[in-house]
């Protein structure tokens, strides 16, 4: 089975810095994409960032400029730097993961900026 454990979420002042990092275990194949979620109070989970096998890239463009995603593919982990964080930034962040067979979601981080 696989899993999808997330860390770095918490708490950080307007234009602070944070950055998630997820790893997937449980399964001999790579993911073909990775990519980060989110979902604030009252609104639909939406893409923020993703990364394929091949590295491409592709972001959401509220954080175009602010956020950098990248991955290590033989360690199965896919990271999300977020840089001049903003209040509406503050939600729940997914980490999500394209296996050939099947999607996976992690279990869910907070982040909350605000002064």
């Known amino acids: 089975q696989v899993q999808l454990v997330e860390s770095g979420g918490g708490l950080v002042q307007p234009g602070g810095s944070l950055r998630l990092s997820c790893a997937a275990s449980?399964?001999?194949?790579?993911?073909?994409?990775m990519g980060w979620y989110r979902q604030a109070p009252g609104k639909q989970r939406e893409l923020v960032a993703r990364?394929?096998?091949?590295?491409?890239?592709n972001y959401a463009d509220s954080v175009k400029g602010r956020f950098t995603i990248s991955r290590d593919k033989a360690k199965k982990t896919v990271t999300l730097q977020m840089n001049s964080l903003k209040p509406e930034d503050t939600a729940v962040y997914y980490c999500?993961?394209?296996?050939?067979?099947?999607?996976?979601w992690g279990q869910g981080t907070q982040v909350t900026v605000s002064s």
């Open positions: 990364i394929t096998s091949t590295g491409s890239t």
């Open positions: 999500n993961a394209n296996f050939p067979l099947n999607i996976y």
């Open positions: 449980g399964s001999i194949l790579s993911p073909n994409a």
